[in-house]
């Protein structure tokens, strides 16, 4: 009895807190009036304008059975995820024509929702869609045919996922742009889909689910929470994975090894879900997802993952030696978590979090010249690519749409007598309820002040919260109002509130002093970043050998594989201590967040090095983290880099194209086909197996195969396959268990009469009758065998 008041007690008291929860302001109510953020914002529509909507739209005629107007865009537009990156246009002018009121947005906007009308009206059952085969697919899942794996479903390449960018995309317009028409069009697609999966079972719908399917709850919870017809949470529930939501409401970390991207979305319909429904379990899996990534799996800029997966929040190793660091997309989910999560709190660890990651995730992965970032690799030395408007097609295109178009979202929020000033960033707030304009005036981060200006046309009653920041040391702030300092008994992390009679011209001055400190990677491993305040600093290292520096339309064109900087040559930090680094870090005169190391950066090429914010380094070789050593330990470290240098350098050398099985993107590239087969990880790391088989397209560059290096797990018994090469066989393969707890490679040779001339190697696993193909947990093809 005592435990279930207990719950009832929490269940009220979640219920009392959603009713007092704190309410974004719409993005017609704030604007971004200079600075940095106003910058990306014209920058990317700059970028929008460049696309052609007629291209983005022609999968969807295509579709419809209508002719269009244009041929699609190459790159992911036209090899399988057709039509994904429409919703991500449309969601991107919507918010930009509600943050700026720009007519070339809302001409580019309406042309687009008239097109996609038409096209729904000639499917004539609510449908849009360019997904390549769209009838025949959507026939079979109404009849319960279901073949779904992580990244694919009945053979197509998650078309849950792409669908959802629809979805998202009229949400968003009738959302934020207020157009009726993208509302009615939402609202028939969803009758649509309830339509296409009515028949379905909640076990067949939860076998889709296996398959990525971006935030399709967290769209459906809106379409309820637009029409209050309880139809559509329903259905928001029923296509909430329960594999992810029984374990995560119950604090249990499963997250290892799972594709990152796949995951974050449906947190954050869960966590709609909760606001909407008061579901504890929906709220408590959520938050509990969203402590576990920012506290344990999140580097200094906010982002997450390594080749898109979550790594073990122990080892950070391979984040550190890989090309393939944090996902744009990853920061672009997390921050809508955090918003959300923040709505219901008012906490400000959420703003905390999402600041960082705005300034040094998410404004840096925009070239300031145009341009989007994929992967920023947390290699030392290592560098990013950037889209260009005619080629890249990636989903952090997608997202990258977005993300410079909404940097109002979250400046200000409010309840019925309260304002709350969470980030530094010149802005103006309409207060409608309080019929006053709130103007923020500062040069923040340059300058470590703000000043917010009253204007009313009467004295009005209210509450100002201003956001004590958790990198401003205790009794630090100043606070002024009207120039007069005041008192500030409030911590940092918490809000300082004052409530008074504003009236038109009261002005409050905040000075924001901001420090030097580091940040450790998670895993502890002794490398460190250096942060001003939010700002995380980073150095250039060069700018030579960017190869594919702006990227062209071919699969892996998102990926800096240029060569790398050996760790033996990437800056270092050699001191006793980590307050001996702080104290050599001087600020250089004249040059606001640029900062000298003096002599303590090793090798000697680097002495002096500058850092400066990592959202202002374009174009360039970098080093975000650096390896903290003692002179002591400096002879040691060399000696262990030179022989892991060395030994990567060679494998590198030898290496022309290589898959990871398993891993979503990798296999995608590399034009996966499979039957029976399934995939996870063991030990840390990705396989793939097969009862029946699969296969992958390999890159023959310069026609320098010579070997097909396949690494397998010892323990792995009594399977037995055929490894082909263009329907050739080169190997028959069986697994008996005799190398136990190891991962081991074999080389295995390749016939050159099945190479000769051939540009693309087609790798097919077979398995025997009654065995297994694999596990396989590489697929490096070299030009040279060691067996």
């Excluded at 109404?142 to 479903?153: N, R, Y």
């Excluded at 709350?420 to 409608?432: A, D, G, Q, R, T």
């Excluded at 590239?669 to 088989?693: K, L, P, T, Y």
């Excluded at 890159?699 to 050739?728: C, E, M, P, Q, V």
Aim: glycine residues 8%; proline residues 4%; contains cysteine.
């Amino acid at each position: 009895m005592t435990k279930l008041v207990g719950s009832l007690l929490m269940l009220s008291t979640l219920l009392s807190q959603a009713q007092k929860q704190v309410e974004v302001f719409p993005l017609n109510q704030v604007s971004v009036t200079s600075g940095v953020f106003k910058k990306a914002s014209e920058t990317d529509f700059d970028y929008i304008q460049q696309l052609n909507p007629d291209r983005l739209l022609a999968p969807f005629l295509r579709e419809a059975g209508l002719k269009p107007k244009e041929a699609s865009y190459t790159n992911w537009e036209n090899t399988g995820l057709d039509g994904h990156i429409l919703g991500h246009y449309v969601s991107a002018l919507s918010m930009y024509y509600a943050s700026t009121k720009n007519p070339e947005a809302e001409e580019l906007l309406d042309y687009t929702l008239s097109e996609l009308q038409r096209v729904q009206g000639v499917n004539g059952n609510g449908y849009i869609g360019g997904i390549p085969g769209s009838s025949d697919l959507w026939q079979e899942i109404k009849a319960g045919k279901i073949k779904a794996g992580s990244f694919s479903l009945n053979d197509k390449w998650v078309p849950l996922y792409n669908i959802h960018k629809t979805f998202a995309g009229l949400k968003d317009a009738w959302m934020h742009a207020e157009k009726v028409e993208a509302k009615d069009m939402l609202i028939k697609l969803t009758d649509w889909f309830i339509d296409s999966t009515k028949d379905l079972t909640d076990a067949q719908v939860q076998d889709m689910l296996r398959s990525e399917h971006g935030g399709l709850n967290e769209v459906f919870a809106e379409v309820y929470n637009i029409t209050g017809d309880k139809t559509y949470l329903d259905l928001a529930k029923r296509f909430s994975e329960k594999a992810l939501l029984n374990p995560l409401s119950e604090n249990e970390d499963i997250l290892t090894g799972m594709h990152a991207n796949t995951q974050i979305p449906k947190f954050i319909g869960f966590e709609r879900i909760s606001q909407l429904d008061h579901d504890l379990k929906y709220h408590d899996a959520a938050a509990y997802f969203y402590d576990n990534v920012t506290q344990h799996r999140s580097l200094s800029i906010g982002g997450n993952s390594v080749r898109e997966h979550f790594n073990p929040i122990d080892d950070f190793s391979s984040v550190l030696a890989g090309e393939q660091g944090p996902e744009t997309c990853n920061t672009y989910n997390m921050l809508k978590l955090s918003k959300l999560l923040f709505e219901d709190t008012g906490d400000d660890n959420y703003i905390e979090f999402y600041e960082s990651a705005l300034y040094n995730h998410i404004l840096s992965s925009q070239n300031p010249n145009g341009g989007f970032v994929y992967f920023t690799p947390m290699r030392p030395g290592h560098y990013r690519v950037y889209s260009q408007p005619e080629t890249s097609f990636w989903c952090c295109v997608g997202s990258g749409l977005e993300n410079h178009t909404k940097y109002n979202e979250l400046i200000y929020a409010k309840t019925k007598d309260t304002l709350y000033v969470n980030l530094f960033i010149p802005s103006k707030v309409e207060w409608k309820e309080k019929e006053a304009e709130i103007i923020q005036n500062t040069n923040f981060p340059e300058e470590s002040i703000t000043q917010l200006v009253w204007h009313s046309k009467k004295k009005t009653k209210a509450t100002l919260k201003l956001r004590y920041p958790a990198w401003v040391k205790p009794g630090e702030l100043k606070l002024f109002i009207n120039k007069k300092l005041m008192d500030v008994d409030t911590q940092p992390g918490h809000y300082i509130s004052i409530t008074r009679n504003w009236k038109q011209a009261d002005t409050i001055e905040m000075q924001l002093p901001m420090h030097l400190s580091l940040e450790q990677i998670p895993d502890k491993s002794g490398y460190v970043s250096v942060k001003y305040g939010p700002i995380v600093l980073a150095a250039v290292t060069g700018e030579d050998n960017q190869v594919g520096l702006f990227a062209d339309d071919s699969r892996g064109g998102h990926i800096a594989n240029g060569p790398f900087l050996p760790l033996t040559e990437v800056p270092m930090f050699v001191s006793e201590n980590l307050q001996s680094i702080l104290n050599s870090i001087k600020p250089i005169e004249g040059k606001p967040l640029n900062f000298s190391t003096g002599d303590m950066v090793y090798p000697n090429p680097f002495k002096g090095l500058i850092l400066q914010p990592f959202y202002k380094i374009h174009e360039k070789r970098y080093a975000i983290y650096f390896k903290k050593e003692t002179p002591e330990s400096l002879a040691k470290m060399k000696q262990a880099l030179e022989e892991k240098q060395k030994a990567e350098a060679y494998l590198r050398s030898i290496t022309i194209d290589y898959v990871a099985p398993g891993e979503q993107q990798p296999e995608s590239d590399h034009g996966i086909e499979s039957q029976s087969s399934n995939n996870g990880v063991h030990q840390n790391r990705h396989w793939r197996d097969a009862s029946g088989w699969f296969s992958y397209n390999l890159n023959n560059k310069a026609h320098k195969a010579k070997a097909l290096r396949i690494t397998y797990f010892g323990g792995d018994r009594d399977r037995t396959f055929k490894i082909l090469i263009n329907g050739g066989l080169i190997a028959e393969v069986t697994l008996d268990g005799s190398k136990g707890n190891t991962f081991y490679d074999v080389d295995y040779v390749i016939p050159s009469i099945l190479i000769e001339g051939n540009d693309i190697l087609k790798v097919r696993f077979e398995a025997e009758a009654g065995s297994v193909a694999g596990g396989i947990y590489g697929v490096r093809l070299i030009s040279e065998a060691n067996n």
